[in-house]
């Protein structure tokens, strides 16, 4: 047992190497090579639909040329559920839970969609952080205040997926912990307990999900306001 909750969040190494590399890669080594059995596949045909109809629910308020994200999208979605489902699964690493690699996803991304903004509509861009109709003694403290919520998108993000998948691991731990504690001592609570870890566990399954959709969801926003 860990002497510590937050032991499971260390970054895993073997021989004093950082195994992080292997866990990013592998969500992308369980996904099967593409072959012509593909098209008869029902349980593919209806992933496929899956993807084209969160592509097109997430892309809906964008214009023509938000279009080309799609696919950045529909990987990245894919690659965060992948790992969070992964890290559910015993003896494993959640690479999710580091705040780390979740503002090296959050912040090239927001940056990104920052500099399409300035590029292609500075006026507009730029009038986002002064709201029409601002009082004239006002606009300097807005302005701040904007810019300030404008630098810390990409903080939320990373915090929200960190936090959530952190907190929902804790939870796991504390819980299983507590079913082998009591199961010698109070069976039947034990029982009890090990119900409520079971549906503790679907309810993380439904995180993993969600929190992958609303990381993907917050950009394609983000995005929407720059082209």
Do not use: C
Not at 86 to 106: D, E, H, I, V
Not at 160 to 167: E, G, I, K, S
Not at 179 to 196: D, E, K, Q
């Amino acid at each position: 047992m860990a002497l510590n909750l937050f032991d499971q969040f260390m970054s895993p190494s073997f021989m004093g190497i950082p195994l992080m590399a292997l866990a990013l890669a592998l969500p992308w080594l369980l996904f099967p090579q593409p072959t012509s059995r593909w098209i008869n596949n029902p349980l593919l045909t209806l992933q496929n639909w899956f993807i084209g109809q969160f592509t097109s629910q997430l892309l809906l308020p964008l214009n023509q040329k938000g279009h080309k994200w799609a696919m950045l999208f529909a990987s990245l979605m894919l690659f965060i559920i992948s790992l969070n489902m992964l890290g559910l699964m015993p003896y494993t690493f959640t690479p999710t839970t580091q705040l780390s690699m979740n503002m090296g996803f959050a912040v090239p991304l927001w940056l990104a969609t920052v500099i399409i903004g300035m590029r292609n509509r500075p006026t507009e861009t730029l009038g986002h952080l002064l709201p029409e109709g601002t009082p004239t003694a006002l606009i300097p403290m807005l302005v701040i205040i904007e810019t300030i919520s404008l630098f810390i998108r990409p903080l939320a993000l990373g915090v929200r997926l960190t936090a959530n998948l952190t907190a929902g691991h804790l939870l796991i731990q504390l819980i299983a912990s507590a079913v082998f504690v009591l199961s010698s001592s109070m069976p039947p609570v034990a029982l009890i307990t090990a119900i409520l870890l079971i549906l503790l566990t679907i309810l993380e399954v439904a995180v993993a999900m969600i929190q992958a959709y609303v990381f993907v969801l917050l950009l394609s926003l983000y995005l929407q306001e720059n082209v």
